[in-house]
């Protein structure tokens, strides 16, 4: 008997014994066995779940602790029906959607995933190299040392990607890594605010408060800043439109780093290079709450905790770089892009000369919301960490969880990219092929020389495609799980076919929802993307649902 086998047999009598083995025993064995969840937590704690939990405090405190959790079940439920139509058929899903649904459809989602894969490395390596000169090593805070840091990352995330190539051992070597890195991620920001509670820096009952949806502060100012726009007069409405428009795009960007769109293309081809079958549903949905859920939900609450605490509603440490001059910080110029278009909303034909004096002139109220309203990085927040919780724990603790994040996000984007490119080719997803097709996005280690000059040109179409895309996707599975012909005598029926497609449907329509309140108004150098991408999203699901109906009366 092979390794292989020996691992499947193995496997096979653990799940036996788990059927009788309680639920603590049970959720234990699963535990052991799980795997794939964990591949999708490595890859949505990345540097947009890290910006969009950090903002998200920034901003609204924390009224919104639901969003993400919501956000993240409802990706969890979707994810949990493309693995139970995966498992139960065993093809691999790319085919399934071409043949069952639409060839349309099948090649948008295998596009919008590659181009989300390779775009969004660059800013993973960029955030990583930052981290590592910013918070872990100082002394490589120069050009050389951004070179060393670059080439060290992508050395370590290609020598854990090949070894998911090298049969059932290198698998799990691979997935006991992943683990290692979402743990680290999970315990470095839980570590923080651990900290900040001790030093009575953090109000718990304010953010149990914020886990009770509020859907107003879906379209207006939170407390805070409503309070602070009151007292700025005649400006108070052309505020409010302000800030309600900032918190949608903070709100969609949170709720759009829960799931995306190349995850959807990850989850069942990596159930499928692991041997799963049908055997394997159950373990499949619990795999999926326990590593992604779990780390998600405990990572980007602390980091919204964290930033809530040091900068929701202050404006103390934007002011003080505007006081001291440095023009050259990214929240100054922020500060100043909100005051200027303060000024040029009282006066639209004010000329370029004439805006710092009358930037200055605002009253103190404009300036105030135009702080709080500034973006921050992480470490930004570390600095601000260091007198509560010491330079240590805020520098290293915050530069190993942003580094983790960073490296177990270009690993499993490289990892996709390897299913995606042999689908492409119509080659079984493993061996040379899959090696070439995982090393594309290495490109990215070019990110920290120059995603900032990039990020226009690639992230804004890369983000229209995938946010009309995901939708799509989602679409496709709710379809397939409906369908006799694909499914057989595996289609749920009755009570639990009911809340199956219950639970998709919504998270179809809220996904749905969110990539159209997202895309409207998106506009790329004048031309408008968003509504662009709309009418595209509008014209697919047709042809899809038009497609799969002609194609289910053909098998019936």
Not at 112 to 139: H, K
Request: net charge neutral; aromatic share 10%; with cysteine.
């Amino acid at each position: 008997m092979n390794d292989e086998q020996s691992a499947t047999s193995r496997e096979e009598a653990l799940l036996d014994e788990a059927q009788t083995a309680g639920l603590l025993g049970k959720a234990a064995i699963y535990t052991r066995l799980s795997g794939p969840g964990w591949l999708q937590g490595a890859i949505t704690l990345g540097g947009g779940s890290l910006a969009g939990a950090l903002y998200l405090g920034v901003l609204m405190g924390t009224e919104m602790m639901w969003l993400q959790p919501v956000a993240m079940i409802l990706g969890v439920v979707m994810l949990s029906a493309i693995s139970y139509v995966t498992l139960s058929t065993g093809e691999r899903p790319f085919h399934t959607i071409k043949t069952r649904i639409s060839p349309v459809l099948a090649w948008g989602w295998l596009i919008a995933t590659m181009m989300a894969n390779i775009v969004w490395c660059l800013p993973q390596f960029a955030l990583g190299t930052a981290a590592v000169q910013q918070n872990l090593v100082p002394s490589l805070g120069n050009p050389g040392g951004k070179v060393i840091v670059a080439v060290a990352i992508l050395c370590v995330a290609s020598v854990v990607v090949w070894f998911y190539n090298s049969g059932s051992k290198g698998i799990k070597i691979f997935e006991l890594i992943l683990k290692g890195m979402v743990g680290i991620v999970v315990l470095s920001f839980f570590g923080v605010v651990l900290a900040l509670s001790m030093k009575g820096a953090i109000d718990w009952g304010q953010i149990f408060a914020g886990f009770v949806p509020k859907l107003n502060f879906l379209f207006e100012p939170v407390p805070v800043l409503a309070e602070q726009i009151q007292q700025t007069g005649e400006a108070r409405e052309w505020w409010t439109t302000k800030v309600a428009g900032t918190q949608k795009d903070v709100i969609i960007a949170a709720f759009a780093t829960a799931v995306g769109i190349n995850m959807t293309f990850l989850l069942p081809y990596s159930m499928l290079r692991k041997g799963w079958g049908v055997r394997q549903r159950g373990l499949a949905i619990f795999d999926l709450s326990i590593g992604l859920i779990v780390p998600f939900v405990l990572a980007t609450g602390c980091v919204v905790i964290a930033a809530a605490s040091q900068f929701h509603g202050k404006t103390d440490d934007v002011m003080k770089k505007v006081l001291a001059g440095d023009d050259s910080a990214k929240e100054v110029q922020a500060y100043f892009d909100y005051l200027d278009d303060r000024v040029q909303y009282a006066n639209p034909n004010i000329s370029d000369e004439l805006l710092p004096a009358a930037r200055e002139a605002l009253p103190e109220a404009d300036k105030k919301v135009a702080a709080m309203l500034v973006k921050r990085n992480n470490n930004a927040l570390a600095g601000t960490l260091e007198p509560l919780v010491g330079d240590t724990i805020a520098q290293t603790v915050f530069g190993v969880g942003v580094l983790g994040m960073a490296v177990s996000t270009i690993i499993i984007l490289m990892l996709i990219n390897g299913f995606a490119f042999c689908e492409l080719l119509n080659v079984p997803a493993e061996g040379t092929m899959h090696r070439i097709g995982s090393f594309i996005p290495a490109v990215g280690v070019l990110g920290p020389f120059v995603w900032g000059a990039a990020a226009p040109a690639l992230a804004v179409p890369t983000s229209v495609i995938g946010g009309a895309m995901l939708p799509i996707a989602y679409v496709s599975f709710l379809l397939l799980m409906n369908s006799k012909s694909v499914l057989g005598d595996a289609m749920p029926t009755g009570s639990k076919r009911v809340v199956w497609n219950a639970l998709m449907i919504l998270g179809t329509v809220v996904s749905a929802f969110a990539s159209a309140w997202g895309l409207y108004g998106k506009k790329m150098y004048g031309f408008p993307i968003g509504i662009v991408a709309l009418v595209f999203l509008a014209v697919l699901l047709v042809i899809g649902f038009v497609s799969f109906l002609q194609k289910q009366a053909k098998a019936a």
